[in-house]
């Protein structure tokens, strides 16, 4: 095979750069660093694994829950020394949803910060590299620039292995009370399908085998296709499948609403939708539903999970939860107990709601304390971890398709992913990775499954 030429870096870029990263929060936030990698790579920045020493730094921030700002500054401070022992030559970003929130308040309490970015204008850090290189003071970029960030990424550079992330959707027009999103990520946004196709392909090339396709609200993508048509979220999802070497598909995360036919016929139609649907019902109480702007009953949620389950009798489900939201009684909390009992979930996130600025819930009477926010919410994770022990227990003797992803904890051990997202650890040798095998379940623990090799199945 002939080596593939790539032109020199011309200039400052010749010079090999080290980058280190830095992510908290979601999947989506994760996809975007390794953007931001990618859109810095051609001015000669590579990864870096610590940020000792490294030439830039990005803190790439979220907002969503807790004290979010005041772990960003802790975390400011700690990386303020670093970049003096390398004498002020670090460039320092903060990005992500803290930026856009609260960007003026880090520069002022945090000077030495050279670049603050929101999550619409990653695709221009290199001109802010090279304003902040020229020490022209900090820049602050967190307006929602009228151009759509994804026009302006190069494809994907680094390949991000079997299992990969592709945005297909940002921002949401739903204002739950609760939720900063809104106000971070801006209004829904869509990307068109011929640019989705491309990078699915493009990562399939590289040789993930699972793709999961990104969205705060990933289930409202309405994107323009070929033929000026718009299609939705079950069509994208049918083109896709159409990939040779695509073997599973997900998408996250979800909103009930947003639910529609063509999606649950999807799930009965396309065997590499993978079975395990994430979907957040966040309360059980129609009360605390109206009063979080959910726009939908517990009993709409629960006819949305007949649906799903009549398309795809195999579907496990996943859902988000938040105990203690203003006014929320012990006969509402009670309601989420029933909801979680009826439905039954193989996994789910569960957080005491936490103030966040700005958004109405915050500045809403009768907020619940916090005490009562801490039992409701260990009486709902003990349930939620009761179900999802006998989701894992329920699955041990069976024969399951596992996708291998990388070594295992012990020596002569890898590991993979079931269909269910469970991680499984089975004995074998790491020229499986990438590949899928058949699997069969011998135990299950806590938060993984453990089983042997059945037979191996290489991936066309
Ligand atoms: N408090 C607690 N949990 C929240 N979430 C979003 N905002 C808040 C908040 N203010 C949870 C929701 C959402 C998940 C990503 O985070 O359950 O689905
Ligand atoms: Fe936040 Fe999701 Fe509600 Fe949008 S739909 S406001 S992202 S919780």
């Known amino acids: 095979m002939n080596a593939v030429q790539t032109p020199a870096p011309i200039g400052e870029a010749a010079a090999r ?71 002020n030559r670090m460039i320092l970003a903060v990005a992500g949803c803290v930026a856009q929130a609260e960007g003026a308040e880090i520069l002022a309490r945090a000077p030495y910060v050279d670049i603050v970015l929101g999550p619409q204008t990653y695709h221009r850090l290199p001109e802010m590299v090279a304003q902040a290189s020229r020490a022209a003071g900090a820049v602050i970029e967190t307006d929602f620039p009228p151009e759509e960030k994804f026009d302006h990424l190069p494809d994907s550079a680094t390949p991000q292995g079997p299992t990969a992330f592709l945005t297909i959707q940002e921002g949401c027009d739903k204002f739950c009370s609760f939720c900063v999103v809104p106000y971070t990520r801006g209004a829904e946004a869509s990307r068109p399908a011929g640019a989705i196709l491309r990078e699915a392909r493009h990562l ?124 929320e009684t012990d006969a509402d909390h009670e309601a989420t107990m029933a909801l979680v009992r009826d439905v039954g979930f193989a996994q789910a996130y569960s957080f005491k709601y936490s103030p966040r600025p700005g958004t109405p819930a915050a500045g809403a009477p009768m907020q619940v304390a916090e005490d009562v926010k801490d039992s409701r919410l260990q009486a709902l994770q003990a349930l939620l971890r009761e179900q999802q022990a006998r989701f894992g227990a329920g699955c041990v003797g069976l024969d399951m398709p596992v996708l291998f992803t990388g070594p295992g904890r012990h020596p002569g051990q890898i590991v993979g992913r079931s269909p269910y997202l469970q991680p499984v650890h089975v004995s074998g040798g790491a020229n499986l990775v990438g590949t899928e095998s058949i699997v069969r379940i011998v135990a299950s623990h806590p938060n993984s499954l453990a089983g042997t090799l059945v037979q191996e199945r290489q991936i066309a």
């Open 17 to 87: 750069k080290r980058l280190h990263v830095i992510t908290w929060g979601c999947q989506m936030n994760v996809y975007d660093s390794g953007r931001m990698a990618d859109v810095l790579a051609p001015l000669g920045y590579a990864p870096a694994a610590e940020p000792d020493g490294a030439d830039m730094v990005i803190l790439n921030t979220c907002h969503i829950r807790d004290k979010a700002a005041e772990k960003v500054f802790s975390e400011l401070g700690r990386l303020r020394r670093l970049k003096e022992a390398t004498g």
């Open 204 to 327: 399939v090339a590289q040789g993930s085998r699972e793709i999961t396709l990104l969205g705060q609200n990933v289930n409202a993508w309405h994107g323009e296709a070929p033929g000026a048509a718009t299609w939705g979220l079950g069509r994208l999802l049918r083109e896709l499948a159409e990939i040779p070497g695509l073997t599973r598909l997900r998408y996250a995360t979800s909103h009930p609403r947003d639910m529609d036919d063509d999606l649950v016929a999807a799930h009965r139609d396309i065997p590499s939708l993978m079975p395990f649907l994430h979907l957040p019902v966040q309360s059980g109480s129609d009360r605390v539903l109206a009063a979080m702007n959910r726009k939908h009953t517990a009993d709409d949620y629960r006819r949305i999970i007949d649906r799903l389950r009549a398309a795809r009798p195999d579907l496990a489900l996943s859902s988000d939860f938040i105990v203690g939201h203003p006014g």
